[in-house]
């Protein structure tokens, strides 16, 4: 989608990736910084800080508790049974 300035021609292009990503908090915590950081842009998120400010804002933007899926936000060793 282009989006026109009419004072100036300039041109902004944002696209919304279809899905969140469907990482643990476990994926998060044991992901390499690459990968972290190409999740963060494909979000149009921050890649500033370092590796674990950046884990702790993708858990924050990315992981929340569901009555579908409860378990996504906790560490797969970490369930109880």
Known sequence: MDVRNRRNDEVSVFQMPLHY?????????????????RVLADYGLSTYGDLAHKRDFAMGAFLWISPNHPKLYQDKSSTTN
């Open 21 to 37: 990503p469907r990482y643990s908090k476990e994926d998060y915590q044991n992901m390499p910084e690459w990968k972290l950081d």
